[in-house]
């Protein structure tokens, strides 16, 4: 995928979560609960970075443990929500950029989280560069764990079949496994959200390149695929 066209779907994604803000910030005021086993891979002390933070609403299964938090995201409303939300950790919350760039030390954190976030990423390179940065900014022996949504569900299956048939008449200029997912505010206006559907071996593929050990790839409740990892140790 062209630059450009990468580009684009990433400056769309953050305009489209800005003006569906509170709408999507409404529908996920709690943790799902089929992710809360997340907790378990985040110890005491650790420090922890939300990737992809939304409202903050990762705080809600962490609360509970002595740690140091940072949520990062590329909507300016979203981070101005989590901080009102989550006052004590307000500082703590920012706005990012929405490149393979984050404004940490290399081996800062003990455990990166990243929820429903990369199947927002255009491009195979584009993806392997965010899950690098991931890799630089987590403590060799860190944990990552990322979760996306699972897209080969019947209710999902029609928008990609919808691209492809696209790509056939020349009318797309996404790959075979994306596709425009619509979101809807409560004043009609619609975000049509940037997917792209993958595999089990493709994520697995991806976060070894970037540098880190995978230890399970799994489909929880045919909703979600959950990659679990650690960074791999830098050699002696």
């Not at 705080?59 to 590329?74: A, F, R, S, T």
């Amino acid at each position: 995928m062209k630059k450009r066209v990468v580009d684009k779907i990433i400056g769309q994604t953050e305009a489209g979560y800005d003006q569906m803000a509170e709408k999507f910030s409404g529908t996920r005021s709690f943790f799902w609960p089929d992710l809360n086993f997340i907790k378990n891979h985040v110890k005491d002390g650790d420090q922890v970075l939300d990737f992809g933070c939304g409202n903050g609403r990762l705080l809600e299964i962490l609360q509970d443990k002595p740690l140091q938090y940072y949520g990062v995201d590329v909507s300016q409303k979203l981070i101005a929500l989590a901080q009102a939300k989550y006052s004590h950790w307000a500082p703590n919350f920012s706005k990012i950029s929405g490149q393979a760039r984050l404004d940490f030390a290399d081996d800062f954190f003990d455990a990166v989280v990243s929820i429903a976030v990369f199947h927002h990423f255009p491009d195979e390179q584009f993806r392997l560069a965010m899950a690098q940065e991931l890799s630089r900014v987590t403590k060799p022996g860190g944990t990552v764990v990322v979760t996306v949504w699972n897209l080969w569900q019947e209710k999902y299956k029609k928008h990609l079949w919808k691209n492809r048939g696209r790509k056939l008449l020349g009318r797309s200029r996404l790959g075979w496994q994306d596709c425009e997912i619509p979101f809807r505010n409560n004043t009609g206006e619609t975000f049509k959200r940037f997917h792209h559907a993958y595999t089990m071996e493709e994520m697995k593929k991806i976060f070894e390149t970037a540098g880190f050990a995978v230890h399970e790839v799994k489909v929880i409740n045919n909703k979600n695929l959950v990659l679990i990892g650690k960074k791999i140790l830098a050699p002696h």
